[in-house]
């Protein structure tokens, strides 16, 4: 496995399960977005796979998130950061689950931190890059900082 | 009777999620965890007939609730939850004496299969 398959299987799985949760086409963008406001959370990995997932998410895109996964649209309530926490959680599981089957691995997931600082989280890892993805409801980044063995 | 269900997660979503797909059905859930230790002491409380428990949760995880329950009652029913579901992780929940690692987020179908299967276990 190169490089290339781990950004593929990520930018593929985000896309795929973000379609699932929240029912709607999500696109991978080249262009770097960055966001005035946003929230923040980061979700690490340990094992063959040892990496740092640093999500932004821009106000609308949180808030369509939080109402999807409520089912409602009861405004804002003292859960919402678990809501967009479990939303990460959900996402990078399913990457790691596909990077851990091809890799033959067993890397695991912390548990997802809401509100996290993003200044060099991710600066830790040799190989860092950004994905970013625009959609209707609003844009996500996540910067990616991993390293891992076979 | 309604059969009972726990739910064990720190996220609320299982819990939302899970009585949207019930509603109507012969289940209800009686009550649920945001931790390993809140969820031992309520499995003790209300002794369900299904646990729906999430692996990743601060604290002592799943698989270690699952084991300490386990201890107190061997034939008890747990659908283990988790984002993450590879190999060695089905393996791993195997190794433990449970059947069912379901990944997250629940989909009905599954969900029904699951009890369906384990409501023909518990009448062998």
Known sequence: MCDNDVHRILIESFISVLGRLIGSSIEYSAKKIDFLTSKNVLIRTRGNFSACLFFCMDSDFEHTIIECMKGTENGCSNEDDLFVGEFVNILSGHALTKLNNLMGSSSRLSVPEVGALSKGVCEEFQKQYTLCFKSTIGNMRVDVGYEYRL | ?124
């Open chain 2, 1 to 124: 009777m309604k059969k009972t269900i726990l739910v064990i997660d720190d996220s609320p979503f299982v819990y939302h999620q899970l009585n949207g797909m019930i509603e109507g059905s012969d289940y209800e859930v009686i009550g649920s965890a945001k931790s390993g230790e809140e969820g031992i002491e309520l499995y003790r409380q209300l002794k369900p007939d299904v646990i729906i428990l999430d692996i990743i949760m601060p604290g002592i995880d799943g698989l270690e609730t699952a084991e300490i329950i386990l201890a107190e009652d061997k034939d008890v029913n747990i659908i283990m939850l988790s984002s993450l579901f590879d190999a060695n992780l089905l393996s791993e929940v195997k190794k433990m004496g449970l059947t069912f690692l379901l990944p997250k987020p629940l989909e009905k179908d599954v969900l029904f299969a699951t009890l369906e299967m384990l409501e023909k276990k518990q009448s062998k």
